[in-house]
């Protein structure tokens, strides 16, 4: 079983699709289809085989199709497995009968990706604040 | 029983720390004070700030965007927060730094909080320190330097305390430029190179009445935008096409790659909306045809336009901000704009859909 990888990413559901956001990352990710389903009943914590059973009309491969998305979404770092020994969600059932036709795909989005890649406390001149190692105001500390 | 049975190790440790810090940085402003100050009263969304100014230097970085929401006179009524602000060099009243290790680390600052989020302090990557004490409706904003400071920080002043201090209310500072006609107004979302601060601007020209271009207030609740800024912000090889701002564009923000900025309240007085009941958003896309149209769009693709931007830039966000988001875009009809070359024509374009839309965001 899985849950999201709070609080660095979040996510909702919109008319079927789902936006997710790696804030640590800077991706983000939209789902559409079968993906959102899946993504969302990971979410609500069923498991693989419970997510496969549910898709074995839609997929004739249907559990390598829902591992391979799943390892996927932890690959990206939006998921992470919990304990087996954990709630298990085992009541879960597609909120539709029936559902999505299509494969599960994931679309990126890498544009703000470079927003992430500046330093917080490094990029100030060397006239700025905050430098530990050149503190010139220590007396008043 | 022992402490941690209530969850108060390290947290009430941290608490204190911050608190002991802001105690310190207010005598440090009293100080810097003393060699001159300046009081202005502003209104920030429905809330009313009071912004303290010690020294002559911070006025010119952080109260331009504000003028169009100075409140007239003078103002006795209790601010809803009081907001201090100085430079070290230039009042040689420094801030220590600070004692606790620093955390979350996200885009553009490290911060903290205490457990039950009522003091906060961040740092951003320009050095600008800023610290918020709820209980007391305080806020501390603090810089060594000013010219470490970013041009963003004159178009954009107190973004990080807004984004703080609005986080467990409806409102939420978002990436977005609003317009409107009559009271109502729809919200232009899109990442840069969209068109957005274009068709802003062209709607400046054309006689719309102007919110924002780049950053926004929205209560997420009633859909009501409310104009935080007065500056709007250019591409320099984008005057060309708006010669008539040209003269307007703040001298010491024209830097290479970075738009310059300009102020709307005294190019053209009176031309803000304080505020503008929503109807829609709208998602600028720049097709390099002469005429403009506008057609449904997904709320999806509008959720994808306006989020990743706003929850980026704000460098701390939560899933409770991304539901704000969310919520709005569930409240408003989405549409693209298929901005074209013509700009009185995009303006008409927008203003017969206005016109069309003047109804309540339903």
Redesign the interface.
């Known amino acids: 079983m899985y849950q999201i990888n709070?609080?660095g990413v979040?996510?909702?559901t919109?008319?079927g699709?789902a936006?997710i956001?790696n804030?640590e990352t800077?991706m983000?990710y939209?789902l559409?289809g079968s993906a959102a389903v899946i993504w969302k009943a990971l979410c609500e914590g069923a498991s693989e085989g419970d997510i496969a059973l549910a898709f074995q009309d839609s997929f004739d491969q249907a559990t390598e199709i829902i591992s391979t998305f799943t390892q996927e979404l932890v690959r990206e770092q939006l998921l992470v497995p919990i304990s087996s020994d954990g709630p298990t969600n085992h009541s879960w059932k597609p909120s539709h009968p029936s559902l999505p036709a299509g494969f599960p795909v994931i679309n990126r989005?890498a544009?703000?990706h470079d927003?992430?890649l500046?330093?917080?406390?490094?990029?100030?001149?060397a006239?700025?604040?905050?430098h530990?190692a050149e503190?010139?105001?220590?007396q008043?500390? | 029983m022992t402490a941690d049975t209530f969850g108060l190790i390290g947290t009430r440790t941290d608490a204190d720390r911050l608190r002991n810090y802001i105690d310190?940085a207010v005598e440090?402003f009293d100080v810097a004070a003393q060699q001159g100050s300046e009081r202005h009263d502003i209104r920030i969304g429905t809330q009313h700030w009071r912004l303290h100014l010690a020294g002559q230097q911070p006025g010119t970085i952080f109260l331009p965007a504000f003028s169009h929401v100075e409140l007239p006179g003078e103002v006795h009524s209790q601010p809803d927060l009081t907001v201090c602000i100085w430079e070290?060099?230039g009042t040689n009243c420094?801030?220590?730094?600070p004692?606790w290790d620093?955390e979350n680390?996200?885009?553009?600052?490290?911060h903290q909080s205490s457990s039950d989020h009522a003091l906060y302090a961040d740092?951003?990557?320009?050095?600008l320190?800023t610290l918020v004490d709820r209980t007391r409706r305080l806020a501390i904003v603090w810089?060594?330097?000013l010219?470490?400071l970013h041009p963003y920080d004159i178009s954009a002043p107190l973004a990080t305390l807004i984004d703080q201090w609005f986080a467990p209310t409806p409102f939420m500072r978002i990436h977005s430029g609003a317009v409107g006609l009559n009271g109502t107004g729809i919200l232009l979302t899109g990442?840069s190179g969209s068109g957005k601060s274009t068709a802003t601007l062209a709607s400046l020209r054309y006689g719309l009445d102007y919110v924002g271009d780049d950053y926004v207030l929205v209560d997420t609740e009633t859909a009501v935008v409310y104009s935080l800024y007065s500056s709007a912000k250019i591409a320099l090889e984008n005057v060309r096409r708006f010669p008539e701002l040209g003269a307007f564009i703040r001298e010491d923000t024209r830097v290479p790659d970075e738009k310059a900025i300009l102020f709307v309240e005294p190019m053209m007085p009176g031309q803000t909306a304080a505020s503008l009941q929503l109807s829609a958003m709208v998602v600028p896309r720049v097709t390099g045809q002469t005429s403009s149209f506008i057609s449904e769009m997904?709320?999806?693709n509008a959720?994808?336009a306006l989020?990743?931007?706003t929850?980026?830039?704000s460098g701390n966000?939560?899933?409770a901000?991304?539901?704000k988001l969310?919520r709005l875009?569930?409240k408003l009809p989405a549409f693209q704009l298929h901005a074209g070359t013509d700009l009185a024509a995009l303006v008409e374009c927008l203003r017969q859909f206005l016109d069309a839309n003047m109804i309540a965001a339903r």
């Not at chain 1, 006239?127 to 905050?130: A, D, K």
């Open positions: 709070a609080p979040v996510s909702d919109l008319d699709e936006i956001i804030l800077g983000y939209s559409e989005f544009d703000m927003l992430l500046l330093d917080p406390i490094h990029m100030v001149g006239e700025g604040w905050p530990r503190e010139p105001h220590t008043h500390s | 310190r440090l070290g060099i420094p801030l220590p730094f004692d620093w680390r996200r885009a553009h600052s490290v740092i951003h990557f320009n050095g320190l810089t060594q330097d010219r470490t990442k997904t709320s999806m959720l994808l989020a990743p931007s929850l980026f830039q966000f939560t899933q901000d991304f539901l969310s875009v569930r």
